[in-house]
């Protein structure tokens, strides 16, 4: 696992003709793939921290193009309430996959699954989850 930095999209990479819907990581990261064949499909985790110090780790997918990961999801969907009391998020990257390999995904893998409810079962031991 490697915790990655999330840009804005690549000035060659134009996602306004793509319906990028939220809580649809997944399929947004293919559309993007498919659209782009130089781009690669990321599976992750994210750790979402609220502005009262509360984490919550999720699985998440976004893309990258050669080192430049980018989250269409985010870049479309995550604005106005509810998202301002989020101070931060940190990716973290498990596995990235190439456009011919994706014909074997359809959810995240038991590795992504497992990392995410270890991080979430550790910060709910945490006294304040403070991080």
Known sequence: MKKVTIQESPKEINIDDLEININQCQDNSIKVLTKYNTVE???????IIDKNKQAKALAHAWNKLNEIHFDTTKE????GEGFDEIIEVRYLEVKSYLKNEM???TDFSDKTKQIVKEMN????KSKDNEL
């Open 103 to 105: 014909n074997e995904i």
């Open 121 to 124: 079962e550790e910060l709910t």
């Open 41 to 47: 499909y990321v599976e992750g985790v994210l750790l």
């Open 76 to 79: 479309k969907n995550w604005k």
